[in-house]
């Protein structure tokens, strides 16, 4: 079946900070990869995508690459700030399934001034 | 981007009672709407596939007759929580599917719902 796997947090980094944060993926077929950001009291949005193999997908100084040969999509920011602060969902869509998203568990990031 | 609301973002009830909330989307038509619950500190678990102009398709384990969905129109999707008892406390999230041609379609989530059943 269809499922994502996301390192347990909660993830604390000090501001300007390296992040990364894992994701790996099982599915069949070739699925699109998503990061969602959920703030503090607020719903989901989408952070960042790429649709095949070895796309980057960046937005915000966040950027994933779509691994096919380790079936992963690891988020990461190169300087993270507090604002960051919020939970990160790795999630992905495949037409086999749907099209319906398949959310991995979540990883809170708390970010020190 | 595209943007979706909820209506109401927070509510209270009794137990036994009914709660209806509004998914809507401002600047697109939708044909196709989803409904996630979220548990604390935990994932979204989708819980129906909302279709305009059909029944909705309930993911194993939801109770339709519990959970009802109607998308009467384009732009919106309802959720009726019937006979609504304190384990059904929760936030309630709607998405809509912007359609951009197949696989590439993205969805956008609305701010979600606070159920709190007393």
């Known amino acids: 079946g269809n499922s994502v796997t996301q390192m347990e947090g909660p993830v604390t980094l000090s501001e300007e900070a390296f992040l990364t944060i894992n994701c790996t993926y099982t599915?069949?077929?070739?699925?699109?990869l998503f990061w969602y950001v959920q703030y503090p009291g607020e719903g989901l949005q989408l952070l960042l995508k790429?649709?095949?193999?070895?796309d980057k997908g960046s937005n915000k100084g966040f950027e994933a690459t779509y691994r096919k040969e380790t079936t992963s999509f690891h988020l990461e920011k190169g300087s993270v700030q507090v604002s960051d602060s919020a939970v990160y969902f790795c999630a992905l869509r495949n037409k086999e399934y749907g099209n319906k998203l398949v959310f991995g568990a979540g990883t809170i990031l708390r970010v020190k001034s | 981007g595209a943007v979706v609301s909820q209506h109401p973002s927070r509510v209270i009830c009794k137990s036994g009672t009914s709660v209806k909330i509004e998914c809507r989307s401002l600047d697109f038509q939708a044909t196709t709407m989803f409904w996630y619950r979220q548990f604390p500190k935990k994932s979204l678990m989708l819980m129906a596939t909302s279709n305009e102009g059909s029944k909705a398709t309930y993911e194993q384990g939801v109770e339709k007759d519990k959970f009802l969905i109607n998308h009467a129109s384009l732009t919106l999707s309802t959720l009726t929580v019937t006979s609504a008892h304190p384990e059904d406390s929760s936030f309630y999230i709607c998405s809509a599917i912007l359609p951009s041609g197949g696989h590439t379609d993205t969805q956008y989530f609305g701010p979600g719902t606070r159920l709190t059943v007393l």
């Open positions: 790429a649709t095949k193999a070895d």
């Open positions: 599915a069949t077929g070739y699925p699109s």
